[in-house]
């Protein structure tokens, strides 16, 4: 069970928000300037991003909609 299941409404900054409707499918984390990346971390702590390794090594996030 993730947290998102638990809980209504997960808190999430202005600057969240924005990256999160900018992730509409798979992309490679590296593509993301490194500030970018940081607020992705965020949201990865929050299970509203996941990252996977693909088979090649390379990271790519995804977004966990219900």
Not at 1 to 26: F, G, P
Not at 43 to 65: A, C, W
């Given at each position: ?14 600057e969240e928000k924005a990256l999160l409707e900018t992730i509409d499918s798979v992309r490679p984390l590296g593509s993301f ?34």
């Amino acid at each position: 069970m993730r947290i998102i299941d638990i809980v209504d409404e997960i808190y999430m900054t202005n600057e969240e928000k924005a990256l999160l409707e900018t992730i509409d499918s798979v992309r490679p984390l590296g593509s993301f300037p490194e500030r970018e990346q940081t607020i992705i971390n965020n949201l990865i702590r929050k299970s509203i991003i996941s990252k996977v390794q693909t088979q090649s090594g390379t990271i790519v996030v995804i977004r966990n909609d219900n």
